[in-house]
């Protein structure tokens, strides 16, 4: 059983950086290609940012490029999502996921993911 468990959300305001984590049980983290992604109140999840297993490719979507960052160590098994300059907008719980399809990586659709954590709350003030 793989489980994803994210921390480091939070109170922010605009303007401020946190750093997102998720750790993964399991032997395989590094065949799995990982993704962020937020779900604000009442509306649908969406995809944040996907990185493959090697690390070495990522994907954004378009409203956090040069903000967000996603990376991984695969010595930790963990994903990690650092975002800067937060905008009120930003506001949503985060989930982490895996899409364990070999070499894939960055699909923005829910489906295509396997696991799934319980997810991190930000908050960004005005």
């Known amino acids: 059983q793989v489980q994803l468990v994210e921390s480091g959300g939070g109170l922010a305001q605009a303007g401020d950086s946190l750093k997102l984590s998720c750790v993964v049980s399991g032997r395989t983290f590094s065949s799995y290609g990982m993704g962020w992604f937020r779900q604000a109140p009442g509306k649908e999840r969406e995809f944040v940012a996907g990185?493959?297993?090697?690390?070495?490719?990522?994907s954004y979507t378009d409203n956090v490029k040069g903000r967000f960052t996603i990376s991984r160590d695969n010595a930790k098994n963990t994903v990690y999502l650092q975002m800067n300059s937060l905008k009120p907008e930003d506001t949503a719980v985060y989930f982490c996921?895996?899409?364990?399809?070999?070499?894939?990586?960055?699909?923005?659709?829910?489906?295509?993911?396997?696991?799934w954590g319980q997810g991190t709350q930000v908050t960004v003030s005005s």
């Open positions: 996921a895996a899409d364990a399809a070999y070499n894939r990586y960055g699909d923005p659709r829910r489906y295509r993911y396997d696991y």
């Open positions: 990185i493959s297993g090697s690390g070495g490719r990522t």
